[in-house]
């Protein structure tokens, strides 16, 4: 089969791979029907993460080709949708509704890799979601995002609490970003401020169900979230960058008391324990539990109540993968569809 390879930072290819086997009886092989990169593709592209001849991607969703002798829930055939973190779905944690943390937790990044046309799912009946049906190709993109950014930003958006009455900052304008503004207009948030400078961008978060826009960062960006709140900062705030800048940011828009969800991946974020003691917020964050959220965001989906594949702004086939992470890269592309 085809797939993406990550020789080193920058240095993107479409090689030649095995295709994938059946391993242990909980597996499943997944023909995907679409993949993408996201926004967190982008830290080894970069030399942030490293990479090694690494097998790229973790969003995927597609027809199951294969199934192991202990798999119950999912057959061949289906049309299924899974989480980029493998999980057993019943450890402990799992039924927690922190499948991110399970016990037997693998992450599809860096091993698995479903930038290519095929993908072995470990533990596949507690990770892989059936959909209700065969589904329309224009569907496919929304159900691909729930892999990964659609869940990312719903986790964003649920862990700050986002609700009626509430009025929500999101802190990002990318993938995530723009998700967490979709959830939370879902999720009932009388407002919802979306951060963006990008005309394009700020034009998306509209649609999902931004109210207002700011364009300010840093401390001018806290400062003008507080003019909107009458002084308050809001009741939720999203952190879907993953900088010291946007943390910091997320800290400061939120009122004492508030909640804020931190689901961008933050590498060298440093804050002073003094800072987030006086910010007197609660904080929840890290690897979204997508799992918990898979049946409900499908069916939104399948319904045609909610459209997140929107978000996808460029689509290339597998083979200009490459071309599709330096888009991304260049702030050409929120986010790159490849299709085979």
């Known amino acids: 089969m085809r797939g993406v390879v990550m020789h080193t930072a920058g240095d993107v290819r479409v090689e030649d791979r095995d295709d994938p086997k059946i391993i242990e009886p909980t597996d499943a092989i997944v023909r995907l029907t679409a993949t993408c990169i996201c926004g967190s593709d982008l830290w ?5 993460e490293p990479a090694d001849h690494t097998n790229m991607g973790h969003e995927y969703a597609g ?6 002798s202990d798999v119950k829930n999912v057959k061949v055939g289906d049309f299924v949708v899974g989480s980029f973190v493998i999980s057993d779905n019943t450890c402990e944690i799992c039924r927690s509704g922190y499948q991110s943390g399970c016990a037997h937790r693998e992450f599809v990044a860096g091993t698995i890799g479903t930038q290519a046309e095929k993908a072995r799912i470990p533990h596949a009946d507690g990770t892989l979601v059936p959909t209700p049906g065969q589904p329309d190709e224009d569907l496919i993109p929304s159900l691909l995002a729930a892999s990964d950014v659609l869940g990312t930003g719903w986790y964003g958006a649920v862990a700050a609490e986002a609700g009626p009455g509430r009025t929500v900052a999101v802190v990002g304008d990318g993938a995530v970003g723009l998700m967490a503004v979709l959830a939370a207009r879902q999720l009932g948030a009388e407002r919802i401020i979306a951060m963006s400078r990008h005309p394009e961008r700020q034009e998306l978060a509209r649609f999902y169900g931004a109210t207002d826009i700011v364009e300010e960062r840093g401390d001018e960006g806290v400062a003008k979230i507080k003019e909107l709140t009458g002084g308050l900062g809001a009741h939720s705030v999203v952190e879907a960058v993953g900088t010291q800048e946007s943390t910091m940011q997320a800290i400061g828009a939120t009122r004492p008391g508030g909640h804020l969800g931190f689901v961008g991946v933050n590498y060298d ?4 324990g003094i800072d987030l003691f006086f910010a007197g917020i609660h904080v929840e964050g890290g690897p ?16 045609r109540r909610i459209d997140p594949g929107r978000v996808f702004d460029l689509t290339l086939p597998l083979e200009q993968a490459a071309e599709g992470y330096k888009a991304m890269d260049e702030r050409r592309a929120t986010k790159v569809l490849l299709t085979f």
């Open 44 to 48: 080894p592209y970069r030399g942030v």
């Open 63 to 68: 027809v199951v080709e294969e199934v192991g």
């Open 269 to 272: 974020v440093t804050i002073k």
């Open 288 to 303: 979204a539990p997508v799992r918990r959220f898979l049946p409900e965001l499908i069916q939104l989906i399948w319904d």
